[in-house]
């Protein structure tokens, strides 16, 4: 494992980008976004998921020149398609768009149809979180996890982010559908271990935590078993009837043809009822709450959502970004 300074790591992706097709600014951006999820430990959707990502411009999947359209608008709720666009530029877009909105409204809705995957979600709700706002958004998927109590795959992982700002650190839960997402599987396996619980079924329908039988059944636990099957329809169907886009069932199950998904961003500006003061009150009320319940390991004291994050991130800009060296020679190679 390589430790890549963060401003290296940057300008890589910079020029495969700008070799790809990108003009300088947004290169820039679509950078930026996957070196920050690199940074943040998120290594399965950034630099890990960079190759997957060229691959999907050369076969057309993603449009580097597209850029979001406004569809139609009525007061703070608002209908864009992203033109099969790079699909965290889109994301970006849309939550900058949410957050304008919610300035001048309190609230900001935005519904994005045939965009393409955004990589972290949790990049938004930091976005956000940082402009001073609540926010919640998500995204559908191809159809990667079975709903509950059935044997192949006809939910998405639907990643749900939802973020909260606080001067001291902002909280950020990012999470898919699936125990572990597909990406999480797939950096477990390429290490060669094992997940820390149960996480899907293999081939013979047994719970196991070995990433690989997992990947290769396709049948990854669902997050509170028939709970989060359900959780993971209403998202779909939230995203795809508000944006009049595509549903989980309408799109592709290669993962290099996934494009064309329906995505949400909510954001609530606290400030506009004069309570932001108040509201980081009572998120530092919460977190001081989590931290003083008793641990059942000592050395493992309660997180809240991002502070582990925090964590990785000075770790990573002072020691340099964990990269495998598979991955570097493949970005350097563009």
Not at 22 to 37: N, S
Not at 49 to 70: E, K, S, W, Y
Not at 111 to 119: D, G, I, Q, S, V
Not at 211 to 224: V, Y
Request: aromatic share 6%; charged share 15%.
């Amino acid at each position: 494992m390589l430790r890549i300074p963060f401003d290296d790591l940057h300008r890589a992706f910079i020029a495969a980008l700008t070799h790809v097709g990108f003009t300088p600014e947004r290169a820039e951006l679509c950078a930026r976004l996957f070196a920050e999820t690199t940074l943040d430990g998120v290594y399965s959707h950034g630099a890990n998921r960079f190759p997957r990502f060229l691959a999907m411009i050369r076969n057309g999947a993603v449009d580097v020149h597209a850029t979001p359209q406004c569809m139609s608008a009525f007061g703070a709720l608002e209908r864009w398609d992203g033109r099969r666009g790079p699909g965290n530029l889109n994301a970006h877009a849309a939550m900058e768009r949410a957050l304008a909105l919610s300035r001048t409204h309190g609230i900001g809705c935005l519904a994005l149809r045939n965009t393409n995957h955004w990589m972290r979600g949790g990049s938004y709700g930091w976005q956000a979180a940082n402009a001073g706002s609540i926010a919640l958004c998500w995204t559908n998927t191809m159809p990667n996890l079975p709903a509950w109590g059935t044997r192949e795959a006809s939910v998405g992982n639907n990643p749900l982010i939802v973020a909260v700002p606080r001067r001291a650190g902002h909280l950020v839960l990012d999470m898919a559908m699936s125990q572990f997402s597909y990406g999480a599987l797939e950096s477990y396996s390429r290490r060669s271990e094992l997940l820390p619980i149960p996480g899907g079924f293999d081939a013979s329908g047994t719970l196991t935590n070995d990433p690989a039988a997992i990947e290769a059944s396709q049948r990854p636990l669902p997050i509170g078993y028939w709970k989060g099957s359900g959780l993971a329809l209403l998202l779909d169907a939230v995203a795809a009837m508000t944006a009049l886009g595509n549903a989980t069932h309408q799109l592709a199950r290669d993962p290099l043809q996934e494009t064309g998904l329906s995505q949400m961003f909510i954001a609530i500006h606290p400030a506009a009822l004069d309570a932001a003061a108040d509201a980081n009150h009572l998120a530092d009320e919460i977190v001081a709450s989590l931290h003083a319940a008793a641990p059942v390991d000592p050395g493992r004291p309660a997180r809240y959502p991002g502070e582990q994050t925090l964590r990785l991130r000075e770790e990573n800009l002072r020691l340099g970004i964990p990269v495998e060296d598979v991955i570097w020679q493949q970005i350097l190679a563009v």
